[in-house]
């Protein structure tokens, strides 16, 4: 009897000391699994617009978006652009499967606001501007703009980018005769952080 006792008591301890390993392992679990949620969080605020082509032209290159606490930081980089000014809009639609860019729909406007500058009071969210390109074909342009987002309606994940043949004019509607599309692109979420040049 003494022996069935002693016996039940080692079983029982030897189930309380799994219990408590159990319990500790999935607390740790549950951390690194908490982590793991943070930096997928933390990379789903970087995207990346890889532009190519359209029919009959060569412009292309990238553009990196980065969530900063000032909005989103965009950072431009093409080549094979004709020197001048170019309009520079986020699109509609992530589709580039047209060979003239037409595919990517109108600016990104969820607001239904007139066209206007990126310094406008009233503008599309996808109204960037102008990038300009120097004699070589190549068009840089970084910056920080407060409308654009990750969520909710102001979200540019899976959107388009466009590079317009000419210089957009800030106030003609609704796209500020830009002429065009010259290159298309379509932001998608990066894995992890995107490395810019």
């Known amino acids: 009897m003494t022996a069935r006792i002693v016996n039940a ?4 301890a030897l189930a309380l000391a799994l219990g408590v390993l159990g319990c500790e392992k999935t607390e740790t679990g549950g951390e690194e699994m908490a982590a793991k949620g943070t930096e997928m969080k933390a990379a789903a605020y970087t995207a ?21 606490e000032e909005g989103v930081r965009v950072v431009a980089h093409f080549e094979g652009v004709p020197a001048g000014d170019h ?9 580039c499967s047209s060979g003239d860019g037409k595919s990517a729909g109108g600016h990104f406007n969820p607001y239904s606001v007139p066209h206007a500058g990126p310094d406008g009071e009233q503008r599309h969210v996808g109204d960037l501007g ?5 004699a070589d074909g190549v068009a840089e342009k970084e910056f920080v703009d407060a409308m654009l987002g990750f969520e909710g ?13 000419n210089a ?22 990066a894995a992890e952080p995107v490395s810019e040049k």
Request: net charge negative.
């Open 168 to 189: 957009d004019d800030l106030t003609t509607q609704p796209t500020g005769a830009a002429g065009a599309r010259i290159s298309c692109g379509v932001i998608e979420l």
């Open 9 to 12: 008591c080692m079983v029982c």
């Open 153 to 165: 309606e102001r979200s540019i994940a899976g959107k388009g980018v466009i590079l317009h043949a």
């Open 48 to 68: 990346i617009a890889n532009m190519g082509a359209t029919n009959g032209n060569s412009a292309h290159g990238t553009v990196t978006f980065t969530k900063v």
């Open 87 to 95: 309009g520079f809009h986020i699109h509609e639609f992530g589709d």
């Open 130 to 134: 102008n990038i300009t390109a120097n």
